[in-house]
């Protein structure tokens, strides 16, 4: 017999250990098998500058449970791990922490600066990964990839060769969001638009034959008017009718520019003109090229700094802009042409990582050629051969793909996949995979030197799918069997960035969706709704809800990098508030369960504290759970004995669990899944068959060894239901379970998924106990109403009990009666009668109040049925209240009609002579 689990459940010593055993056995190992289901999840990977934050640990959770519940179908399971080289975010990085030891990176070699970068990844690229292990993540770590893994970085530079020559891949002009102090472009996932205060300046344009007022036009970037290449209108304004094709002075310059007429204009907001500046304003920018004919000049005012460059006038020549808007609107003030400046609030981009505004900038860039890429992407979807979860998504993958444009991949940086690109000193550029091939196709050996930029890091990460299965080998074994992958776990926010850009290029390098289903999740917000982040003070790392933290340190983990003052105090005093003793320890199960009960199909999750605790007890139940049955099964020989109709109850539930739960694992309704296990192991198992239990052990025999083997058995099914989403528990308890059980498997991992046997389905016996539940509950009712203590003993009798061996005593001991007489009828007689199913049941109770404490409730229950019957018979309030709102109401007013015709029974039973019994 195996040794006794431990008193209590603590957490840190359940998880101890088993992480390693799992992985020693090879549990997580893939072995592509063309006789067995393949099953695939790729894992999105996360930074390698990151820690784990709620986000992740949430996503993994899902895909964790996702591939334990394939494993023990007998899916032959791979979770591809490895983590992305995040050009902006590990330069940042790196170069702070240059700058702390008195190194500026500018001044190192592009090689030295590498070096350091990669020294860096050694040291510390670890944290993330080895987070995700003391969660559980049972992915397949010995395949784990680096993005910039020379194997990776090889498909990466195969792909690019092979757009350019099929002319999807270019270089040229094109506006791009440039971060001025990264010096880089920057994708729109990596700019944060909020609205600011500032100001709206109006200005006036003088005409060049001096007639009239001139036009005034409206900028909040009056630095920008140096740059301005034309004055538009909308067509057919009757207000500017007139105007178009007159000239106006450029104001602060000696340039004169045209008034043209574009759609761009609306009519009907301001003045009805605006200026265009095509270097420095994306919309203007295809006003430009919408006029070939009118030759606008194209005037890049801004430096990679954000200085005025030589094409401004002299005296604002290497001015900052922000300083260069204070002279120009004073210069344009003191030559009478600022009409007037107002307040105005508007939306400013800002880098995410470098917080600066970013500009608009006209650079030489790299870009792919999108339309061909997303037609064969909407194709797939639309084929259904790719699948969304919630369904919904699908149409804002669409429209994102039905407005595509073209795709900016060059980063002005020095880490990331530098572009496969030579040039020479002409002007000539040679695409190659290295230089020996590049110096191939330029024919001679003049001098070559290879472009400097980098790529974007979702270009990388859009081969994903097929760099990390062996691409472009494909008699690879995890290619030909993995490929398509099976699902893909990811948030809404990157569909647009990550998702669509891993179809499109699976679809067009290999003709096939890169994963059958795509399953978006929500994302994971403080208990308010509102977004986690450091400014705010609101991050919980989830670490801290599995290992525990005191008030003190969390206070300063919270204000560590912010300023001292009032924005650090009032972190500190809102962490104090929220937690005044810190953070329990509630363990990687109960986080897990947390997880997956909130994962509502496409709902952003609200976190608290009360939902872990929840299920920080939970875990205890199954705890204190297991330690009964074991003991109760301490001497049983194995013989298996005649059920009962508890037994059978407990058996029928089992299977209608198991079918829901198969069921819910194929609709990602990991909600659904959570909430069948609570209620299978809390209510059914716990409040229930193991309180029946205690009457069958107590009398012995072969009655009582059925009822051991219904124990063990459904303990063993719920630990192996579970384990997916409690791995830890699950498996410490298996150890001491699984023998009794009669299952050999060392690992709960390695035993059989429960599958539902519809012919174990007892109809009569779920009856029954539906029947002995109405009856308990009953009696319980009526304790708390008249202030019965639960655990008091009562006399009483039923009439009506079913025939059924064992009822009545089930009953006695549920429902506390003792003695519990079975009568043809019974009656009051000063008593309460309580009808129950097909059950009368009366209680002998302690005193005569009894009949008072009852009258008081139903009297209370009388005044809030009055005021749902007035707000529901208002119509003002039915037709504005949510629908969700009325009808809940109305549900409830049921309840409280059918609470007071059972309370007005009971009171009048008392009032019955006695006889007839």
Known sequence: MPPEIAESFHPAEAEAGLFDFWQDRGLFSSRPQADRDNYCILLP?????????????????????????????????????????????????VSRELQRRGIKSEQLERKQFLDEIWAWKERSGATITNQMRRLGASCDWTRERFTMDEGLSKVVRQVFVRLHEQGLIYRGKRMVNWDPVLLTAVSDLEVVAEEEAGTLYYVRYPFVDDSGDGMVIATTRPETILADGVVAVAPGDPRHAGNVGRRVHVPGTERTIEIIEDEHVDAQFGSGCVKITPAHDFNDFEVMQRHPDKDIPLIILM???????????????GLDRYEARRRIVADLDEQGLLVRREDHKYMLPRGDRSGAVVEPMLTDQWFVRTEKLASKALASVDSGRLQFVPGNWA????????????????????????????HDDEGNVFVAEDEAAARAKCGDDRPLRQDPDVLDTWFSSALWPLSTLGWPDRDDPHFRHYFPTSVLVTGFDIIFFWVARMVMMSEHLVEREPFAEVYVTGLVRDAHGNKMSKSKGNIIDPLDLVDGISIDQLVAKRTEGLMVGDKGDAIARQTRREFPEGIPAYGVDALRLTFAALASYGRDIKFDLGRIGGWRHFCNKLWNAARYVLAACRDWDGSPGEPDFADCWMISRLQRSEAAIERHFAAYRFDLIAADLHRLLWSDFCDWYIEMSKVRLAAGGAGANATRATLIGTLAAILRLLHPLAPFITERLWRQVAPVAGFKEESVLEAAWPVAQPQRIDERSEALVADLQAAVGAVRSLRSGTGVEPGRWLAGAVAGAPDAAGFVSYLARLARIEPLELRQTVTGAGSPVLPAATMRIRLEMPDAAWRERLQAKAAKLAGERDAARGKLANSQFVDRAPQQVVEGLRQRLAEIEQQLAVLAQIIDSAADAAGGE
Do not use: K
């Open 45 to 93: 990977p996360p930074n390698v500058t990151g820690s784990l934050h709620m986000g992740h640990a949430f996503q993994h959770t899902l895909m964790d449970a996702l591939c334990r519940f394939q494993r023990m179908r007998g899916g032959n399971v791979l979770w591809q791990p490895g983590v992305d080289h995040a050009g902006i975010a590990t330069q940042l990085v």
């Open 395 to 422: 149409a804002v993958y669409r429209g994102w793909l039905d407005n595509i444009h073209d795709w900016c991949i060059s980063r002005q940086l020095i880490w990331g996949h530098r572009i496969p690109a030579w």
């Open 303 to 317: 430096t990679p700094q954000a200085r005025l460059s030589d094409a401004a006038p002299e005296r604002y020549r």
